[in-house]
Structure formats: C-alpha cells, structure tokens
C-alpha cells in the first residue's frame, strides 16, 4: 500500500490551499482516513479525520476554517484549508487504514503561510 500526499506550498496568510491524499494498492475497505501536521519543534497532533461512514473530527485550532472530505471509490482524502494562518505552516501528512494507530502513512507535504 502507499499513500501519497500533494498539494502543499508557499501561501500568504489568509489564502487557502487544497491538500489531497491518495492510497494504492489498497485490497481492503479503508476505514479511517486522518490528516495530521507536524511544525518544527513541536509533535505531531491530529488536524482532521473521518471515518468511512463520513463522521469528522476536527482539532479546535482549525474548526470553521479546514474541512476534511473523501472519496471512498477513488481511496482519497482531501483536506479544504481556509483562512490559513502562519500557525497553520508544518509537514501535513495523512493516514489511512483502520484507526489513528494502525494505518498507512504517507511521506508528507510541505504547508507554509508566510508573508
């Protein structure tokens, strides 16, 4: 199985980026689909998921501003981020499989929001 992400860059603050998750290979039905973020110094924590039955969950620091969407026949994840804020810039990276602690991981995409 690989899991690839895209979609990341350099924005400026109040701008909005689409990031997409992709997973191939896949011979099971993928429960869990989870976008998280990694900043420099800092650990890795939960932005977003949703569940195969469309249930979301969402960090408070990007509620009303990020939404997180799948396309269960294509094995996508995609995650809308508005509004984006110089807190917002880290690694992005998604999972896919079963739960938080057991899935797919994909190498990441770089977010910056920088004036």
């Known amino acids: 199985v690989q899991v690839v992400e895209s979609g990341g860059g350099l924005v400026q603050p109040g701008a909005s980026l689409r990031l997409s998750c992709v997973a191939s290979g896949v011979i099971f039905k993928i429960d869990y689909m989870g976008w998280y973020r990694q900043a420099p110094g800092k650990q890795r924590e939960l932005v977003a998921e949703i569940t195969s039955g469309g249930v979301t969950t969402y960090a408070d620091s990007v509620k009303g501003r990020f939404t997180i969407s799948r396309d269960n026949v294509k094995n996508t994840m995609y995650l809308q981020m508005n509004d984006l804020k110089r807190e917002d810039t880290a690694v992005y990276y998604c999972?896919?499989?079963?739960?938080?602690?057991?899935?797919?991981w994909g190498q990441g995409t770089q977010v910056t929001v920088s004036s």
């Open positions: 999972e896919m499989g079963w739960s938080r602690t057991a899935g797919y």
